[in-house]
């Protein structure tokens, strides 16, 4: 078998993604600047090949789709259209079928259910070229984690056809907030990226704001007024169980992040009304301070390396995003528009910064690279703050506040070259979004 | 609607322990004659407004909240006056500690509101520590922009919302 090699040309900055619709070309998403044309798929409901599969069959088509789509690289032929049905996850495919109704990619699955075991397969074809894209591949897991698995398959799909990482095996930790603006509840949740899955951490007794997750996905730290004043907290995801960090009477900390390695939280202290930037071993609890001024230093966060740290600072004056060693030391400043930067958050990839930019009484989400070039404003909008990096550095989650005394705060995503803007379900409002790594 | 109940039950509470406190208006040398002498009027009510020796005196008659323009902490001429008599009122009525809050409006990213309002409840603290009040007797913490008192975007509610309050604490159960 010939395997097929895609070409990808992945211009990540100025980037707009587009498809190559190239009929006769190979399957293909080009991620450059051009014209957006989303790759038309078919997924037929899987085939279930154990007794209790059935209803599993079609839902974890239905999620790959609702994935795929969710993207805005891809766009699902409906079955309604389909000339051919697939029946057997081995026999052949009838490509012409697909290609008369222009399906330029075609994804098979099928699930078997045994106890509380899930096995799921599934097969991605270039329907224009006639040949399969890649090998088959097999997922297990649990039933209750049934849409992991299409996540799975979907994050498979999408990194054969673009080149790139998938994020859809990911989850998100964020404030889920009800109440009006006077008397807001504030309590942590963690979700599937799609909304799925809700959980809740923290109950709404005392503030909670900005949770983070940890390298490896399976703990947060956050803040929480719940001695009265700000402190940071870990929480382990799975336990529920937390713990406070440390720090002396008669200040704050707060706006923690965990370093590369999962063993250092970089955070804000304040005293005396003055906030810095310090570093805390998180087993030690031993801290270390890394900015020394009067200027108010917040929103740190790690280069993927571990080795520098990108935060704001108002310094100069007003709010701007600065990069220092993670030991501390000079920092350069590299946000130079019209306008307030902050919460500054290094990209997974390591070559872009997204921030939350004021200006002109809007607020916008951007991108720019490391040096403060090639900035570029994603969203604008009455409040928006607060980005995060899906796994793959190509999208970006925030939390976007309405206007007025009804004004409520939901959380929205959208890719890095602007496109795709859309909300992010969820049961309450939510803000603080964290995006966690791709899980294992 | 939790917190304003509970707020309300708290200065009913107040209330009631200023009355059976008789350290408050017996024993205390500092609150006797006011106390007395409101007494005498027969108007005075322990721990109501017209009580000058009450949370509810300081947070009304004293004032307990100083404003802030935007994205500043310097303490306007009518943020010192305010803060002058709140001075006052603490070097009066020893036995109160105070929590300084410092809040921001919402025009601001989250960190950075949390810090300046640490930067306003702090220049509150600076302010009536340099009129005699003991360091030990103030505290600061910052809400950000996450307790507004008022909801609308404009600047009518902003500039309430951007204010550093001065909190009461103990004092009542001394």
Same mark, same amino acid.
């Given at each position: 078998?010939?395997?097929?090699?895609?070409?990808?040309?992945?211009?990540?900055?100025?980037?707009?993604?587009?498809? +190559?619709? +190239?009929?006769?070309?190979?399957?293909?998403?080009?991620?450059?600047?051009?014209?957006?044309?989303?790759?038309?798929?078919?997924?037929?409901?899987?085939?279930?090949?154990?007794?209790?599969?059935?209803?599993? +069959?079609?839902?974890?088509?239905?999620?790959?789709?609702?994935?795929?789509?969710?993207?805005?690289?891809?766009?699902?032929?409906?079955?309604?259209?389909?000339?051919?049905?697939?029946?057997?996850?081995?026999?052949?495919?009838?490509?012409?079928?697909?290609?008369?109704?222009?399906?330029?990619?075609?994804?098979?699955?099928?699930?078997?259910?045994?106890?509380?075991?899930?096995?799921?397969?599934?097969?991605?074809?270039?329907?224009?070229?006639?040949?399969?894209?890649?090998?088959?591949?097999?997922?297990?897991?649990?039933?209750?984690?049934?849409?992991?698995?299409?996540?799975?398959?979907?994050?498979?799909?999408?990194?054969?056809?673009?080149?790139?990482?998938?994020?859809?095996?990911?989850?998100?930790?964020?404030?889920?907030?009800?109440?009006?603006?006077?008397?807001?509840?504030?309590?942590?949740?963690?979700?599937?990226?799609?909304?799925?899955?809700?959980?809740?951490?923290?109950?709404?007794?005392?503030?909670?704001?900005?949770?983070?997750?940890?390298?490896?996905?399976?703990?947060?730290?956050?803040?929480?007024?719940?001695?009265?004043?700000?402190?940071?907290?870990?929480?382990?995801?799975?336990?529920?169980?937390?713990?406070?960090?440390?720090?002396?009477?008669?200040?704050?900390?707060?706006?923690?992040?965990?370093?590369?390695?999962?063993?250092?939280?970089?955070?804000?202290?304040?005293?005396?009304?003055?906030?810095?930037?310090?570093?805390?071993?998180?087993?030690?609890?031993?801290?270390?301070?890394?900015?020394?001024?009067?200027?108010?230093?917040?929103?740190?966060?790690?280069?993927?390396?571990?080795?520098?740290?990108?935060?704001?600072?108002?310094?100069?004056?007003?709010?701007?995003?600065?990069?220092?060693?993670?030991?501390?030391?000079?920092?350069?400043?590299?946000?130079?528009?019209?306008?307030?930067?902050?919460?500054?958050?290094?990209?997974?990839?390591?070559?872009?910064?997204?921030?939350?930019?004021?200006?002109?009484?809007?607020?916008?989400?951007?991108?720019?690279?490391?040096?403060?070039?090639?900035?570029?404003?994603?969203?604008?909008?009455?409040?928006?703050?607060?980005?995060?990096?899906?796994?793959?550095?190509?999208?970006?989650?925030?939390?976007?506040?309405?206007?007025?005394?009804?004004?409520?705060?939901?959380?929205?995503?959208?890719?890095?070259?602007?496109?795709?803007?859309?909300?992010?379900?969820?049961?309450?409002?939510?803000?603080?979004?964290?995006?966690?790594?791709?899980?294992? | !609607?939790?917190?304003?109940?509970?707020?309300?039950?708290?200065?009913?509470?107040?209330?009631?322990?200023?009355?059976?406190?008789?350290?408050?208006?017996?024993?205390?040398? !500092?609150?006797?004659?006011?106390?007395?002498?409101?007494?005498?009027?027969?108007?005075?009510?322990?721990?109501?407004?017209?009580?000058?020796?009450?949370?509810?005196?300081?947070?009304?008659?004293?004032?307990?909240?100083?404003?802030?323009?935007?994205?500043?902490?310097?303490?306007?001429?009518?943020?010192?006056?305010?803060?002058?008599?709140?001075?006052?009122?603490?070097?009066?009525?020893?036995?109160?500690?105070?929590?300084? &809050?410092?809040?921001?409006?919402?025009?601001?990213?989250?960190?950075?509101?949390?810090?300046?309002?640490?930067?306003?409840?702090?220049?509150?603290?600076?302010?009536?520590?340099?009129?005699?009040?003991?360091?030990?007797?103030?505290?600061?913490?910052?809400?950000?922009? &996450?307790?507004?008192?008022?909801?609308?975007?404009? &600047?009518?509610?902003?500039?309430?919302?951007?204010?550093?309050?001065?909190?009461?604490?103990?004092?009542?159960?001394?």
């Amino acid at each position: 078998m010939i395997v097929r090699i895609l070409s990808l040309c992945l211009a990540l900055i100025g980037g707009v993604a587009s498809v +190559a619709q +190239a009929q006769d070309g190979p399957l293909r998403i080009e991620i450059t600047e051009g014209v957006i044309e989303p790759l038309p798929f078919a997924v037929p409901s899987f085939q279930p090949e154990s007794g209790d599969a059935g209803q599993m +069959a079609v839902d974890l088509a239905r999620v790959v789709s609702e994935d795929l789509v969710g993207s805005g690289l891809f766009r699902e032929v409906p079955a309604s259209a389909y000339i051919s049905t697939v029946s057997d996850f081995n026999a052949p495919i009838q490509y012409a079928d697909w290609k008369a109704i222009n399906a330029q990619a075609l994804i098979t699955g099928a699930v078997s259910v045994s106890g509380n075991t899930l096995n799921v397969k599934f097969r991605l074809y270039d329907v224009f070229s006639g040949a399969e894209l890649g090998s088959g591949l097999q997922f297990s897991g649990t039933v209750d984690g049934w849409r992991r698995m299409a996540h799975k398959v979907a994050d498979a799909v999408y990194s054969r056809i673009t080149g790139e990482g998938g994020y859809f095996d990911s989850r998100v930790v964020y404030v889920s907030e009800t109440g009006p603006k006077d008397d807001r509840a504030k309590r942590l949740a963690v979700m599937d990226y799609d909304g799925a899955n809700v959980r809740y951490l923290t109950d709404s007794s005392s503030i909670v704001l900005a949770p983070r997750f940890s390298p490896s996905g399976d703990r947060i730290l956050y803040t929480s007024y719940e001695s009265g004043f700000p402190r940071i907290y870990v929480l382990d995801i799975g336990s529920v169980q937390r713990r406070v960090l440390e720090s002396a009477e008669g200040t704050m900390s707060f706006a923690p992040r965990f370093s590369p390695s999962g063993n250092t939280v970089v955070y804000s202290l304040t005293q005396g009304g003055n906030t810095d930037i310090y570093t805390m071993d998180i087993n030690t609890g031993q801290s270390t301070r890394l900015t020394n001024t009067p200027a108010i230093e917040t929103a740190p966060s790690y280069s993927p390396d571990g080795s520098r740290i990108v935060f704001e600072s108002d310094r100069s004056g007003s709010q701007q995003l600065y990069i220092m060693p993670a030991t501390g030391g000079e920092a350069t400043r590299i946000s130079f528009g019209e306008g307030r930067y902050g919460t500054p958050v290094w990209s997974p990839r390591g070559d872009l910064v997204a921030f939350t930019k004021q200006n002109k009484g809007r607020f916008h989400i951007g991108v720019m690279r490391l040096d403060g070039s090639e900035e570029r404003l994603l969203t604008a909008s009455f409040l928006d703050e607060g980005p995060t990096w899906a796994p793959n550095g190509r999208v970006i989650m925030f939390a976007r506040e309405t206007q007025g005394a009804g004004g409520a705060s939901s959380l929205y995503s959208v890719d890095i070259s602007g496109r795709n803007l859309k909300p992010v379900r969820t049961q309450e409002g939510g803000s603080d979004p964290s995006w966690s790594p791709l899980q294992k | !609607m939790n917190r304003i109940l509970t707020a309300t039950l708290l200065i009913a509470a107040l209330a009631v322990s200023a009355c059976t406190n008789p350290d408050r208006f017996g024993a205390d040398g !500092m609150n006797n004659g006011a106390a007395n002498g409101a007494g005498l009027n027969g108007g005075i009510i322990p721990g109501s407004a017209n009580d000058p020796a009450s949370t509810a005196y300081f947070q009304q008659a004293v004032g307990d909240r100083v404003l802030f323009l935007v994205d500043q902490s310097n303490l306007t001429p009518e943020g010192q006056a305010t803060l002058d008599g709140q001075a006052a009122w603490l070097n009066t009525n020893t036995d109160y500690q105070a929590v300084i &809050e410092g809040h921001a409006d919402e025009q601001g990213t989250r960190e950075y509101n949390l810090a300046l309002g640490a930067r306003r409840a702090n220049a509150a603290r600076e302010y009536l520590i340099s009129r005699g009040i003991a360091a030990s007797r103030l505290r600061v913490v910052s809400y950000g922009k &996450e307790r507004p008192i008022e909801v609308c975007s404009s &600047e009518a509610c902003y500039a309430k919302n951007r204010r550093a309050v001065t909190v009461l604490a103990g004092g009542l159960t001394s």
